[in-house]
Nanobody
Framework: QVQLEESGGGLVQAGGSLRLSCAAS????????MGWFRQAPGKERRFVAA????????TYADSVKGRFTISRDSGKNTVYLQMDSLKPEDTAVYYC????????????????????WGQGTQVTVSS
């Protein structure tokens, strides 16, 4: 059974940092893409960043480029999202997701393309 479990959310002041973790288990994730999404109150869930397990290729939403960094530790089956220079508009529930159909080219930024999801972790940035 595939499980994705996020952790690391919390309350932080604007300009601060947080690191989210996503522990993945239940399947061999070697060919998967892993993504982070976020959903603010009253808004649709939106793509944040993606990475895969076998190459350093990453992609980011324009709103987080230069502030967020996605990475992974294959030995621990864990994906991270380092969030720096946080802004109040980054406040959202952050979700980790896995795309089993990734073919090593462009990442799919649509949430419908991702097959497995974690339960989410709340990030709140105060002004």
């Amino acid at each position: 059974q595939v499980q994705l479990e996020e952790s690391g959310g919390g309350l932080v002041q604007a300009g601060g940092s947080l690191r989210l973790s996503c522990a993945a288990s239940g399947v061999r994730f070697g060919g998967y893409a892993m993504g982070w999404f976020r959903q603010a109150p009253g808004k649709e869930r939106r793509f944040v960043a993606a990475i895969n397990w076998s190459s350093p290729r990453t992609t980011y939403a324009d709103s987080v480029k230069g502030r967020f960094t996605i990475s992974r530790d294959s030995g621990k089956n864990t994906v991270y999202l380092q969030m720096d220079s946080l802004k109040p508009e980054d406040t959202a529930v952050y979700y980790c997701a896995a795309d089993r159909d990734y073919r090593g080219e462009l990442y799919d930024t649509r949430d419908a393309a991702y097959d497995y999801w974690g339960q989410g972790t709340q990030v709140t940035v105060s002004s």
